[in-house]
C-alpha cells in the first residue's frame, strides 16, 4: 500500500517561524546571523554572485541563460519577489547571512510541505572568503534548531555533490546523517550529477545543534568570547 499517493493535499495558510532573525553566533570568521533577505540586498549579492562563479558555479543546478544574467544586478529584484511570495505562502524560509553584519551569502529552507509530512529542504552558499570560516556551519546550526522549534518542521533533507567535501562536513557537524544516493539528480555544468541526500529530524536534534557546536568549542554565544 502507498502511504499518500490518495491522500488530499492540504495547503495550510498559517506560516509558523516565519519572519525570524536568528543569532548571533560566533565562529573563527565572525559573528554570524541570520535575517529575512531584503531588496536592498540586491548590489552585494550580485557583487558577490559575479565575483565568485568558479567557487559557486561547479555546485548549483544549471539555470536558464547566462551566470551574468542569473546573477547580475537586474536578476536579484524577481529573485527577492519570488522568495518573498513563497515566504508569505509558508512555503519557504528564505535568510540572508550575515557576518559581523555584512551580507555573505544566503541560506534558504524550501518546499516547506506541512500537513503529516512536515518537512522542507535546506541549501545554502556562503561568499568564498569566508569559506573555512565556520560561517556554513554556523547558518546550518541555526536554520535547523528554528525549523524543528518555531518553524514546526519534522525533518530537514540537504542534497550536495560527493566531490562537495566541505559541504559535506557542514552537514555532518550540524548532525545530518547520510540517506542515500540519487543517480543522475541534477544537471550540474552540462551533465546529470550523483548527489548525496543527507538528513535529520526533530528527535535526532536532541539539545539542538546550535548547543552541540558551542559545547565543543567550534562556536560560542557573544559574551563568552
Same mark, same amino acid.
Given at each position: 500500500?502507498?502511504?499518500?499517493?490518495?491522500?488530499?493535499?492540504v495547503?495550510?495558510p498559517?506560516?509558523?517561524?516565519?519572519?525570524?532573525r536568528?543569532?548571533?553566533?560566533?565562529?573563527?570568521a &565572525?559573528?554570524?546571523?541570520?535575517?529575512?533577505? #531584503?531588496?536592498?540586498?540586491g548590489?552585494?549579492?550580485?557583487?558577490?554572485?559575479? #565575483?565568485?562563479?568558479?567557487?559557486?558555479?561547479?555546485?548549483?543546478?544549471?539555470?536558464p541563460?547566462?551566470?551574468r544574467?542569473? @546573477?547580475?544586478l537586474?536578476?536579484?529584484p524577481s529573485?527577492w519577489?519570488?522568495?518573498?511570495?513563497? /515566504?508569505?505562502? !509558508?512555503?519557504?524560509?528564505? +535568510?540572508a547571512?550575515?557576518?559581523?553584519?555584512e551580507?555573505?551569502?544566503?541560506?534558504?529552507i524550501? @518546499?516547506?510541505?506541512?500537513?503529516?509530512?512536515?518537512s522542507?529542504?535546506i541549501?545554502?552558499?556562503?561568499?568564498? %572568503?569566508? /569559506?573555512? &570560516?565556520?560561517?556554513a %556551519? *554556523?547558518?546550518v546550526?541555526?536554520?535547523?534548531? $528554528?525549523? +524543528?522549534?518555531?518553524g514546526?518542521? $519534522?525533518?530537514l533533507?540537504?542534497t550536495? #555533490?560527493?566531490e @562537495?567535501? *566541505?559541504s559535506? *562536513?557542514?552537514?555532518?557537524?550540524? !548532525?545530518?546523517?547520510r540517506? &542515500?544516493? +540519487?543517480?543522475?539528480?541534477?544537471?550540474?555544468?552540462?551533465?546529470?550529477?550523483?548527489h548525496?541526500?543527507?538528513a535529520?529530524t526533530?528527535?535526532? @536534534? &536532541?539539545?539542538?545543534v546550535?548547543?552541540r557546536?558551542v !559545547?565543543s568549542? #567550534?562556536a560560542?554565544?557573544p559574551?563568552?568570547r
Amino acid at each position: 500500500m502507498s502511504t499518500g499517493s490518495g491522500a488530499p493535499y492540504v495547503t495550510e495558510p498559517q506560516r509558523p517561524g516565519w519572519p525570524a532573525r536568528l543569532g548571533p553566533l560566533v565562529v573563527p570568521a &565572525g559573528v554570524v546571523r541570520l535575517r529575512p533577505v #531584503r531588496l536592498r540586498n540586491g548590489p552585494e549579492w550580485s557583487r558577490l554572485r559575479l #565575483r565568485d562563479r568558479e567557487y559557486l558555479e561547479r555546485w548549483e543546478p544549471e539555470q536558464p541563460g547566462s551566470w551574468r544574467d542569473r @546573477n547580475g544586478l537586474a536578476a536579484w529584484p524577481s529573485q527577492w519577489s519570488g522568495l518573498r511570495r513563497l /515566504a508569505k505562502r !509558508g512555503e519557504c524560509f528564505p +535568510f540572508a547571512i550575515t557576518v559581523d553584519d555584512e551580507f555573505a551569502g544566503q541560506l534558504t529552507i524550501g @518546499n516547506v510541505i506541512r500537513a503529516a509530512l512536515r518537512s522542507a529542504w535546506i541549501g545554502y552558499w556562503v561568499s568564498s %572568503t569566508q /569559506a573555512g &570560516g565556520g560561517v556554513a %556551519t *554556523a547558518a546550518v546550526a541555526l536554520a535547523t534548531d $528554528h525549523a +524543528f522549534t518555531a518553524g514546526g518542521l $519534522h525533518r530537514l533533507e540537504a542534497t550536495v #555533490r560527493p566531490e @562537495n567535501v *566541505a559541504s559535506l *562536513a557542514v552537514l555532518e557537524k550540524a !548532525g545530518y546523517r547520510r540517506e &542515500g544516493l +540519487f543517480l543522475r539528480y541534477l544537471r550540474v555544468q552540462g551533465a546529470w550529477r550523483d548527489h548525496l541526500c543527507y538528513a535529520t529530524t526533530v528527535e535526532e @536534534n &536532541g539539545e539542538g545543534v546550535v548547543a552541540r557546536l558551542v !559545547g565543543s568549542g #567550534r562556536a560560542a554565544w557573544p559574551d563568552e568570547r
